[in-house]
C-alpha cells in the first residue's frame, strides 16, 4: 500500500513563504510525474504546478513567477515554495503522483489527504 502524505501549510500573511512538502511511503519502485493541486471552497480542484521525474516542470499562470516545485527522488518527496503569497492562494492544497511502480505493480492517480494553506490581507 502506498501512501502520500503532506505536512507545511499553515496560515501566513500576504507576501510570506510558506514549503510545502510531500512524502510517498510504501515499497515503491519509482514514480512518474508528481503535482500540486489547490481547491478552495466552491470551486474545483486545480493544478497549481507539476514536476516529471526528470525534473521539467510546469506552472499554472497564477502562480509562475512565485512558486517553485521541485522533488527528490531518493526520498519519493516532491516540494513546493510559495513566495509573495496572495489571498487568494487560500485553499487546501493536494499532493499527486500520476503512477507509482511498486513491488506489486502500478498504482495509478495517488493522492494526499491534504494540506490547508491560508494566506491573511
Known amino acids: 500500500q502506498v501512501q502520500l502524505v503532506e505536512s507545511g501549510g499553515g496560515l501566513v500573511q500576504a507576501g510570506g513563504s510558506l514549503r510545502l512538502s510531500c512524502t510517498a511511503s510504501?515499497?515503491?519502485?519509482?514514480?512518474?510525474?508528481m503535482g500540486w493541486y489547490r481547491q478552495a471552497p466552491g470551486t474545483e480542484r486545480e493544478l497549481v504546478a507539476d514536476?516529471?521525474?526528470?525534473?521539467?516542470?510546469q506552472y499554472a499562470d497564477s502562480v509562475k513567477g512565485r512558486f517553485t516545485i521541485s522533488r527528490d527522488n531518493a526520498k519519493n518527496t516532491v516540494y513546493l515554495q510559495m513566495n509573495s503569497l496572495k489571498p487568494e492562494d487560500t485553499a487546501v492544497y493536494f499532493c499527486?503522483?500520476?503512477?507509482?511502480?511498486?513491488?506489486?505493480?502500478?498504482?495509478?492517480?495517488?493522492w494526499g489527504q491534504g494540506t490547508q494553506v491560508t494566506v491573511s490581507s
Open positions: 510504501g515499497r515503491i519502485f519509482t514514480i512518474g510525474a
Open positions: 499527486n503522483a500520476d503512477r507509482i511502480t511498486t513491488n506489486r505493480g502500478p498504482i495509478y492517480g495517488s
Open positions: 514536476i516529471t521525474s526528470g525534473g521539467s516542470a
